[in-house]
């Protein structure tokens, strides 16, 4: 999985997030350099993002996997939530 389909979800995945009231996926985002390059390189992440870089930083995983558990409980439970214009996120 390459994330590609949260990254063309990121909108209406944060709206759910903020819904379901848990952190939004993005907040949870940190790169290196090198990791940041990589993704430019892909065309995942806008030049913007990296300038200036800010250092990388380390989240409470609780906290990320709260939102995680809530976003695949509701999707799961309602798979087209996001809309008919997204893409699906669980496969």
Same mark, same amino acid.
């Given at each position: !999985? /390459?994330?590609? #389909?949260?990254?063309r979800n990121?909108?209406?995945?944060?709206r759910l997030a903020e819904? @379901?009231?848990v952190h939004p996926l993005l907040e949870f985002f940190s790169a290196d350099e090198n990791s940041m390059a990589l993704l430019?390189?892909?065309g995942a992440?806008?030049?913007?993002?990296? $300038?200036p870089l %800010?250092? %990388?930083q380390w989240? /409470?995983? *609780?906290?990320? !996997? $709260? =939102?995680? $558990? #809530? @976003?695949?409980?509701?999707l799961g439970a309602a798979p087209a939530?996001?809309? *008919?214009? =997204?893409?699906p996120v669980l496969i």
């Open positions: !999985m /390459n994330g590609h #389909a949260l990254a990121e909108d209406a995945l944060e819904k @379901l009231k430019l390189e892909q992440a806008e030049p913007e993002w990296g $300038r %800010p250092e %990388p989240f /409470n995983a *609780s906290d990320g !996997m $709260r =939102t995680v $558990r #809530a @976003l695949i409980g509701f939530a996001l809309g *008919s214009e =997204t893409q």
